[in-house]
């Protein structure tokens, strides 16, 4: 577990995603955390420990893609390992969404996760950093329909409306 108390843990709410890119677990294929176009990002990092526990997570999040895509959202998912180091079936995480391989380690470090840890960041179009959870395992993390609902929250952001469309530090860290 990080000795970084979690108010210094980088990145939190209302900071951009690191610019970083992790290769894809099946092709090696780079994908870039802060470039999404119009897409609001939602990381799941998978714990190098007790993976099997949260294996029905995993599942949940796997059937919610489709719907984080219909509301501009690009799933992704981050292995600290490869499947079989960690104890599972490599057909366990296949996914309809890119699979990240963090082979060595940079990506976890970037990001203040400790390999042991599950963690959830969900970024705005922009990278800019909406929840930035981290949890010992993925069950702690919110749940699936949580990050249906903030992904909904970030669709329907609308300047035109008064709604401020890219949020200064901090500015929706009580929602």
Known sequence: MSTTPPENRHPGIGERLPPLSVPTLIEGEEVSLEAGGR??????????DDLEAGLDYWRQFIELSD?????????????????AALGINPSEVVAPFPVLLDHDGSAHERLDVEQSEAALFIADRYGQVYVAERAQNLTDLPTPRQIEEWVRFLAVQCPECGVIDEPGYGEWAGI
């Open 39 to 48: 897409d609001a990002r939602v990381l799941l990092v998978l714990p190098a």
């Open 67 to 83: 719907e984080l895509r219909h509301w501009y959202a690009r799933p992704l998912a981050m292995l600290p390992a490869e499947p």
